[in-house]
């Protein structure tokens, strides 16, 4: 197993994943779920996504960035809730809050292609994500494409922190099993991911690399 992957097996109580669902899914009425498409193709993919935080992820026909604003809004994201920060300083280790929060809506068959984070300029700084809802798939590779993979099962209220070299391994999500929880109205599975993007000294918009 890579260095840095850690997997905080049913982390959540039951009681703070209701009370947390409502509140991310309260938000989306602000900053409404968006299909984001693959840069180049402008191929949608098949995962829905809106963010929290003064920086949001987006993707679209002309790249992946960081953005402040909500793409079809054209408003800033909501807030980053309070429980989400706690536990970001409880787990991550990082001595500076997440800037983004990343919200993954996955339905029956939606899928997430192997990847790498590569966007944030905070290189040090974990990644810590959040399952809620239906049971899904969880591949995680090394440094390199062609690298072995090991697969999880991750479940609602699952806490994985990705420090160390795992932050920087390719990884994915093989499928979602429908109908293995409750805790979505409709059903579906929902990820939350928290990121810091910029270095802590960096001011935001003057990437080195930027
Ligand atoms: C390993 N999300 O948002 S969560 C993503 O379930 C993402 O929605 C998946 O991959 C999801 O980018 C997987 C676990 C995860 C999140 C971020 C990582 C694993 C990671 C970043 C680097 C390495
Ligand atoms: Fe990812």
């Not at 807030?79 to 919200?103: F, K, T």
């Not at 209220?157 to 979505?184: E, K, M, N």
């Amino acid at each position: 197993m890579i260095e840095g992957f850690r997997l905080l097996a049913d982390h959540i109580p039951a009681t703070a994943q209701k009370r947390l669902i409502e509140e991310v899914l309260g938000l989306t009425a602000e900053a409404p779920f968006f299909r984001p498409t693959m840069p180049g193709s402008g191929k949608p993919m098949s995962v829905q996504m809106t963010n929290l935080g003064p920086l949001g992820w987006v993707s679209d026909i002309s790249g992946y960035r960081y953005e402040r604003l909500h793409p079809e809004t054209g408003r800033p994201w909501p807030s980053i809730p309070q429980a989400l920060l706690e536990l970001w300083r409880n787990v991550s280790g990082y001595d500076a809050d997440p800037q983004a929060c990343l919200v993954n809506f996955y339905s029956p068959t939606s899928r997430l292609g192997l990847h790498v984070d590569a966007d944030e300029t905070a290189k040090d700084a974990p990644v810590v994500s959040v399952s809620l809802g239906d049971r899904a798939l969880f591949r995680l590779g090394g440094q390199k494409r062609s690298d072995s993979t090991s697969s999880f099962r991750l479940a609602s209220g699952d806490v994985v922190v990705l420090g160390g070299q795992s932050r920087h391994a390719f990884h994915g999500i093989d499928r979602i099993y429908p109908g293995t929880s409750r805790l979505v109205p409709g059903g579906g599975r929902i990820n939350l991911t928290l990121r810091r993007v910029t270095a802590p000294q960096e001011r935001a918009g003057t990437a080195p690399d930027a």
